[in-house]
């Protein structure tokens, strides 16, 4: 070892003279424990396919969904990331955002996104189109949702109301004023109102409905309270389903006519043996 400095030097072992810089640099060699080891060529496959596996997965994804025109009801399909779309067939605006309401609101929402009303959210528009909906503050408009929506309110609510699933939450209280129509409900709070549902209403455990109910089926935890009028089957049910209709040009049958000569209630007498 010498100084990065110095012009010469002299060998410790031989006594001669020299330059550092013709010197030759040592070689330093790792012992066989500090050497590292090379993966087993199973081991590496193995990991490289895993890899490929999860970029795989995360590529293959879809990256598109379907969605309806409101007015023509044409399909299309559109990238997950569009904001926006027009219908190829009449070309109509297609609105894809997801709105949050966070205070007083009074335009109309048309859109196949979704939507959330948050606790201190006022929602007054004419009438709300929306793929899915969460309504945590007050709504006072007509609300129409393509999939599911969840009440966790507290309050009245005016407008109409239309979903293929409605999910009563278990802190909501709420009350309908107009009927609810749906396929199917699930009442986990508690809730005022008339259902027309046309599959299931299903009412939790500490769960109450009030009003009347229509559906194909009904189920009742234990705990649960239902109170109000209840019918079991179809909802379009009318008279004429049930007793056919005589048609115009039917016309009563004639009554037999008798040549026994007996009057209308008499048997004729047994012959003598």
């Not at 009449?90 to 955002?97: N, V």
């Not at 929402?109 to 606790?119: C, E, F, M, Q, Y």
């Not at 609300?143 to 009245?156: D, P, Q, V």
Request: positive net charge; glycine residues 6%; proline residues 5%.
């Amino acid at each position: 070892m010498e100084y990065a400095a110095a012009k010469t030097t002299m060998c410790r072992q031989c006594g001669g003279s020299f330059s550092p810089a013709d010197a030759p640099k040592p070689e330093f060699k790792l012992s066989a424990r500090e050497q590292p080891k090379a993966p087993e060529p199973a081991l590496f496959e193995a990991a490289t396919a895993s890899l490929l596996q999860k970029f795989e997965g995360i590529w293959s994804k879809p990256r598109s969904t379907v969605v309806e025109c409101f007015d023509c009801k044409a399909s299309q399909d559109i990238t997950s990331s569009a904001s926006s779309t027009t219908c190829p067939k009449c070309s109509a605006h297609l609105d894809l955002r997801d709105y949050k309401i966070t205070s007083s609101f009074s335009r109309a929402i048309r859109t196949h996104g979704d939507l959330h009303v948050t606790a201190r959210g006022d929602l007054s528009s004419s009438n709300v189109v929306c793929r899915s909906a969460v309504i945590d503050g007050r709504l006072r408009s007509n609300l129409h949702c393509a999939e599911t929506a969840t009440i966790n309110h507290t309050g009245k609510i005016p407008g109409r109301l239309s979903a293929t699933h409605l999910l009563i939450e278990r802190k909501a209280d709420v009350q309908f004023f107009r009927t609810v129509h749906v396929k199917s409900i699930e009442i986990r709070g508690h809730m005022v109102g008339e259902v027309v549902a046309e599959t299931v209403v299903v009412i939790h455990r500490n769960a109450s409905l009030d009003g009347n109910v229509t559906a194909k089926s009904i189920s009742v935890e234990k705990g649960g309270v239902f109170t109000g009028q209840l019918v079991i089957g179809s909802s379009g049910l009318q008279q004429g389903e049930l007793l056919p209709a005589a048609t115009a040009h039917t016309s009563p049958k004639a009554a037999p006519t008798r040549d026994d000569g007996l009057l209308p209630g008499m048997t004729s007498p047994l012959p003598a043996s």
